[in-house]
């Protein structure tokens, strides 16, 4: 799950589509450390001690206050996999020190439950993605960087142990069986590369989420609190002329839902991606008390607008 060992590096500038639920979050990672570099008794990575065996939660240790002016990174022990690449699923442990106090934060070894997040710059943070671009599978990586470990704190200079578990490719659109679309309200058509459009709805608007597979996958079941990278398209159960959001378009990739089940995006997502497989195209016919509601989302989602999501489920991590 995402807490707040990714709240800087990852969460903080998550761009949210039309799918998610507010605004392009602030980037607090520029944020100055509220101790000041004269007062600091620690200036840099190298001041950093990380003991432990890479697979087991390390210790950090250093004179505090850390105060680092620019954020940095080292990687303290390669491991023999491949090396990370751009576009695929990371799967990390992730421990988060505080640079003020040098005690620990949060770190997801304690949880159990390792971060997973795609290696795209408008989903994570460009100091994470360069931090871990071409690190080796099995590596660990130190990072600091300066901002609020949780929205609302001070800024301070904060310290990130990530050990990289694995990596996948994700799979660039769904792939499986076609299934027989004669019952659902809508029927997806199919272009070369994969992108979907529909019919005009049939009969009225469901007031309750619904779901229907359209294309049958093999891959496993998403479970509550993984990371998940779908491609999808949305359009108004009213007018199917166009969509108002579609990951497709523009040279996007796959858009990260992390965790599913919780994360920041509509509950019609939230619920309706848990129990899909991957590999598989899923269509949700979302109502609006779990889209938008009588806000909506303008200028593009009137109040009380009835949606229908196509969604290809690429992965599910953690």
Not at 88 to 93: G, L, S
Not at 123 to 128: C, G, P, V
Not at 191 to 218: F, H, Q, V
Request: proline fraction near 6%; charged fraction near 25%.
């Amino acid at each position: 799950m995402r807490t707040k060992v990714l709240a800087v590096i990852a969460a903080a500038t998550l761009l949210l589509s039309a799918c998610g639920q507010g605004e392009e979050a602030e980037d607090t990672t520029s944020a100055p450390p509220s101790v000041s570099a004269e007062d600091a008794k620690s200036t840099s990575l190298d001041d950093i001690t990380v003991e432990g065996k890479v697979g087991e939660k390390p210790k950090v240790s250093f004179d505090a206050p850390l105060v680092v002016d620019k954020t940095g990174d080292t990687v303290i022990s390669e491991g023999k996999g491949d090396k990370v690449a751009d576009g695929e699923q990371v799967t990390a442990q992730m421990t988060l020190v505080s640079g003020t106090t040098g005690k620990q934060i949060e770190s997801s070894y304690d949880s159990k439950s390792p971060a997973g997040f795609p290696m795209d710059k408008s989903q994570i943070s460009e100091q994470l993605y360069s931090a871990l671009l071409d690190a080796k599978v099995g590596s660990r990586v130190l990072m600091s960087l300066n901002g609020s470990a949780q929205e609302g704190q001070p800024a301070q200079t904060l310290v990130y142990v990530i050990d990289i578990e694995k990596t996948t490719k994700p799979l660039t659109r769904a792939e499986g069986k076609k299934v027989d679309q004669s019952k659902n309200p809508v029927t997806v058509k199919w272009a070369d590369n994969g992108e979907p459009s529909i019919s005009k709805p049939k009969g009225k608007a469901p007031k309750e989420l619904e779901s229907y597979t359209t294309i049958e996958g093999d891959g496993p079941k998403v479970k509550e609190g993984q990371s998940v990278a779908v491609h999808y398209s949305g359009w108004l159960w009213d007018d199917n002329s166009k969509y108002f959001d579609s990951s497709w378009q523009d040279g996007r990739g796959p858009f990260a839902v992390d965790p599913v089940g919780q994360a920041q995006v509509i509950d019609g997502w939230n619920e309706g991606l848990v129990g899909a497989k991957v590999s598989s195209q899923i269509v949700l016919v979302i109502p609006p008390d779990k889209g938008y509601g009588e806000q909506g989302s303008p200028p593009n989602i009137p109040g009380n607008a009835s949606l229908v999501f196509v969604i290809d489920v690429l992965s599910a991590q953690g």
